[in-house]
T-cell receptor
Framework: KQEVTQIPAALSVPEGENLVLNCSFT??????LQWFRQDPGKGLTSLLL?????REQTSGRLNASLDKSSGRSTLYIAASQPGDSATYLC??????????FGTGTRLKVLA | DGGITQSPKYLFRKEGQNVTLSCEQN?????MYWYRQDPGQGLRLIYY???????QKGDIAEGYSVSREKKESFPLTVTSAQKNPTAFYLC???????????FGQGTRLTVV
């Protein structure tokens, strides 16, 4: 059974820092992994989707990587800004229309 | 603008009452999903639908029901059999199982 873990649960950094969020999954038979952002009381916004055949995806200041063999994905945020403050969730898709979500990393970027 | 619309944003339910949460998408997606989010827990799948007139139970379907009569719509009914319904409910859609999933803005349900 696929399990997804995100560490740390919370992170606080000063503005301008480059940072890495981690996502670990137990089942390497993963078809894709998706990163989301969630603001308080809001829905999820898709950031990046990495297919199992890909190693990384980039969008603006965001870069996500996927290493199936080690069961890890990372989300790299360059030059963090206060507007990046949110909860970041990763979700692995292993088939049968089920995305397995981690519990998220709550990020606070201090001005 | 294409997207997923959930309504209402806030919903209050009395004990023993059934309530229905609306989810509409104009992305022309075949697959739709309902998730429940509780503080400190990951999203949990309630029901999903791969195609019109078909739906499957997720991990926590007890006390919930759905219908998929139109491609665009996937309403969720929280029945009186759901003993702990207070939560944030999220609807999502995708072209298929291996593609990017998109979410609505959620409905917060509170039992009063």
């Amino acid at each position: 059974k696929q399990e997804v873990t995100q560490i740390p649960a919370a992170l606080s950094v000063p503005e301008g820092e480059n940072l890495v969020l981690n996502c670990s999954f137990t089942d390497s038979a993963i078809y894709n992994l998706q990163w989301f952002r969630q603001d308080p009381g809001k829905g999820l916004t898709s950031l990046l989707l990495i297919q199992s055949s890909q190693r990384e995806q980039t969008s603006g200041r965001l870069n996500a990587s996927l290493d199936k063999s080690s069961g890890r994905s990372t989300l790299y945020i360059a030059a963090s800004q206060p507007g990046d403050s949110a909860t970041y969730l990763c979700a692995g898709y292993s088939g049968t229309y089920k995305y397995i979500f981690g519990t998220g990393t709550r990020l606070k970027v201090l001005a | 603008d294409g997207g997923i619309t959930q309504s209402p944003k806030y919903l209050f339910r009395k004990e023993g009452q059934n309530v229905t949460l609306s989810c509409e998408q104009n992305l022309n997606h075949d697959a739709m999903y309902w998730y429940r989010q509780d503080p400190g827990q990951g999203l949990r799948l309630i029901y999903y639908s791969q195609i019109v007139n078909d739906f499957q139970k997720g991990d926590i379907a007890e006390g919930y029901s759905v219908s998929r009569e139109k491609k665009e719509s996937f309403p969720l009914t929280v029945t009186s059999a759901q003993k702990n319904p207070t939560a944030f409910y999220l609807c999502a859609s995708s072209h298929g199982g291996r593609t990017e999933a998109f979410f609505g803005q959620g409905t917060r349900l509170t039992v009063v």
